[in-house]
């Protein structure tokens, strides 16, 4: 029985979509690969915000309010670190503190963070497997009109106000897959790859920069099914549609198809853009997208993976051959 | 004017005095040089207990009941280190935690303990200068009966139980004084130096174990008073006289005068042993040593200045010069 799923992620929208996906099939079949192209040094600390995200949104930790961080958060280390002086752009609560300092601790002992984040899901609780893309450095840098920024500096600091002229991922060419990435992806028993709704060109493209991974779902052989994050011209949260338009990409479900190209069987849109499926280039399936509640995120799950099992994967396999015959690399 | 003053101190019972000084002088003219054989690093992070009491103590940030940490605490950091399964044997308050991540994040990048905390203390306020002895690495180890320990594991994690052995200051004989130091216990202006009421064996020897100390102190052109931590056979608080006993030393203020040697031109006793002030070596003063309250600081305080104003420094600076030529390193 085919009855593994696979599913790319960056953060709070990602997270989402994961939590409905652990409650329509076994966790222990799923395996979550996340973005780690945020993550970054701050006051000495590795501070991993998707896989963090993923991390509290399948134990039950996450606040449902803001999206990241931890439910019941307090503040106390962040109002100190003002009265001394130190930077308070970031903010980390006090709970949230305790997984940066572990993490920081274990990266430092020479613990991977494959491995790490392995240990700290199982002590909480989760059973699905959550794996970061790379247990190598890869840094998204976002080049505006006037700076080069760290994503976080973008994101955060800056609000995501900078003009976007290009994005790239430092040391994306030189990471391999973390341990259990292209297992997971060449997973005999593999049911469905899920993009899930996340921003395309910030949390998804650094995993796809990944040779190896772009390679492993083109090679998948299970459907590969994305969310847009899309919904009638607009985004749910976060900057994808400010960045598209300055990209030069029109905020439309047709851009993520073409953005996704030839890695895609089908494309699940928003029941706002269902017009869009008789002209896109791939299987269109169109419902609600939006999740407001748990209800929303396990019907999403649900219906995307229906809908994964009604697509073929021959088109794809067959381009997949060839790029990833030219883009795999030794690992 | 002579109006500088010199304290020597730990954490807790010397902050307390030092606290009392700060109101009795001008504190701009206040030097508090203080133990750093306790700091270690812990979770990554780089903590300096004494430093911090002192710190926190002389900025009102401290915890008048624990004596330790600041007040109106909170613990959601170490709650959720807890559950991450990391280790809870020395409690990290969340305000506490701003000092600690500064703190390392501040000699990571280069600048030195004493630069660090004199920034500190500007920030919180504070206008004495708090200097910590060294800025080089010395630990205080404590060997017991079955094991050697560095001091936390003793003195938290173990709670002083093993017996204690030994003591020894490992990297005192490579120390060098931090800056300010030894020109705070040569400046002519000196009024006194004070030994504040700390441990003697575990707070206060790791700074004289700095050979360039011990000799600044023999060479100070003031009088050199230590306040008895012993009150009728009694500490008022932590291992001071557990600690004498397993070293087979009786638990009397002979003790303390005869442990700090030619150092002393003066000891202050409790009431309570004012019987002891015939038979000691050193000119004794005998008043009410437990600080309970901050008119207790300041009175103990004003009454150790005008005590050390009516002592000479003649026979310890004689002594001085032999003792400093010997143990007087290059610097």
Same mark, same amino acid.
């Given at each position: ?28 079949r ?39 961080g ?20 970031f ?65 955060v ?63 998948? #052989? ?59 280039d791939?299987?269109?399936? #169109? ?15 649900k ?29």
């Amino acid at each position: 029985m085919n009855d593994r799923v696979v599913a790319l992620c960056g953060g709070i929208g990602g997270a989402k979509l994961a939590l409905g996906l652990v409650h329509v099939i076994d966790p222990e079949r799923l395996s979550i690969i996340v973005n780690t192209g945020d993550d970054f040094e701050h006051l000495g600390l590795n501070i991993s915000p998707d896989l963090d995200t993923v991390v509290y949104t399948l134990s039950g930790l996450a606040d449902r309010e803001r999206g990241w961080g931890r439910a019941d958060e307090t503040w106390q280390f962040m109002q100190a670190l003002g009265e001394l002086g130190g930077p308070s752009w970031f903010h980390l609560g006090d709970r949230d503190m305790a997984m940066h300092v572990e993490r920081t601790r274990a990266l430092r002992s020479g613990v991977t963070l494959s491995s790490f984040v392995a240990r700290a899901a199982r002590t909480l609780g989760i059973r699905a497997r959550i794996l970061p893309m790379t247990d190598d450095p890869v840094q998204t840098v976002v080049e505006t009109e006037d700076d080069r920024l760290a994503f976080q500096q973008y994101f955060v600091e800056r609000r995501c106000a900078p003009v976007v002229h290009t994005l790239h991922f430092a040391g994306a060419d030189r990471a391999v897959p973390a341990p259990g990435v292209l297992e997971a992806l060449s997973a005999p028993s593999l049911r469905a790859v899920v993009i899930c709704p996340s921003n395309p060109y910030l949390s998804i493209d650094p995993i796809l920069a990944i040779a190896g991974i772009r390679a492993g779902l083109m090679n998948a #052989a299970a459907p590969v099914v994305a969310i847009s994050p899309i919904i009638g011209g607009h985004a749910i949260k976060g900057p994808t549609v400010k960045i598209m338009s300055e990209l030069g990409i029109a905020a439309t479900t047709a851009s993520i198809a073409a953005h996704y190209q030839d890695l895609l069987d089908g494309l699940v849109i928003d029941e706002a853009d269902a017009d869009d499926a008789a002209s896109l280039d791939v299987p269109a399936y #169109a419902t609600r997208t939006l999740m407001n509640d748990l209800p929303d995120r396990i019907r999403l799950a649900k219906e995307t993976l229906a809908f994964a099992d009604t697509l073929s994967t021959g088109g794809r396999e067959l381009a997949g051959q060839a790029i990833a015959t030219e883009r795999r690399r030794p690992s």
